[in-house]
Antibody, heavy 116, light 107 residues
Framework: EVQLLESGGDLVQPGGSLGLSCVDS????????MSWVRQAPGKGLEWVST????????YYADSVKGRFTISRDNSKSTLYLQMNYLRAEDTAVYYC?????????WGRGTVVTVSS | DIQMTQSPSSLSASVGDRVTITCRAS??????LAWYQQKPGKVPKVLIN???TLQSGVPSRFSGSGSGTDFTLTISSLQPEDVATYYCQKYNNAPYTFGQGTKLEIK
């Protein structure tokens, strides 16, 4: 069974950086594409980024392209999101999700707040 | 990029009512569409994939239909526990866009 646990959320100043992690405690991490999805306070779901199961392909929403980098370490069953040049509008709960190819499994999320 | 438009954005209905939410893609996506339910304060949960395939454990009062550009989520008999926001999402290719959501309340 897939169980995802995100970490790394924090309060950060505008222009700052933050790294998120998502650990899959199941046994199939290396076979699935993985994504980050975020939800700003009181707003809807926004797809952020996806990485192919092998790490060979990465995709980004226009809103984060050039600022965020998705990566994975299949030996550690861990997904990452490096966020640079953070803006107030990046404030959100960040979820990692397993793609089947829809978002089949979700973590509980980690909160990122960008504020001075 | 393909846009996903849901309607209505909010909906109030009575227990036992038949409820329909629509989702329109700006270009054809075949049947690469999923529906999610997010209850207040909870993590989103997939209800339907491939436009009409009900996920295991999802009550049979939920159903999905459509292909191409027009899709529908139907609740045949609304129950109090169905209060949630519902999202459609395309997954034929990136960007994996969500609709803006439909907030469903009990009248």
């Amino acid at each position: 069974e897939v169980q995802l646990l995100e970490s790394g959320g924090d309060l950060v100043q505008p222009g700052g950086s933050l790294g998120l992690s998502c650990v899959d405690s199941g046994f199939t991490f290396r076979t699935y594409d993985m994504s980050w999805v975020r939800q700003a306070p009181g707003k809807g779901l926004e797809w952020v980024s996806t990485i192919r199961y092998s790490g060979s392909g990465t995709y980004y929403a226009d809103s984060v392209k050039g600022r965020f980098t998705i990566s994975r370490d299949n030996s550690k069953s861990t997904l990452y999101l490096q966020m640079n040049y953070l803006r107030a509008e990046d404030t959100a709960v960040y979820y990692c999700a397993t793609m089947l190819p829809y978002f089949a499994y979700w973590g509980r999320g980690t909160v990122v707040t960008v504020s001075s | 990029d393909i846009q996903m438009t849901q309607s209505p954005s909010s909906l109030s209905a009575s227990v036992g009512d038949r409820v329909t939410i629509t989702c329109r893609a700006s270009q054809g996506i075949r049947n690469y569409l999923a529906w999610y339910q997010q209850k207040p304060g909870k993590v989103p949960k997939v209800l339907i994939n491939d436009a009409s395939t009900l996920q295991s454990g999802v009550p049979s009062r939920f159903s999905g239909s459509g292909s191409g550009t027009d899709f529908t989520l139907t609740i045949s008999s609304l129950q109090p526990e169905d209060v949630a926001t519902y999202y459609c999402q395309k997954y034929n290719n990136a960007p994996y866009t969500f609709g803006q959501g439909t907030k469903l309340e009990i009248k």
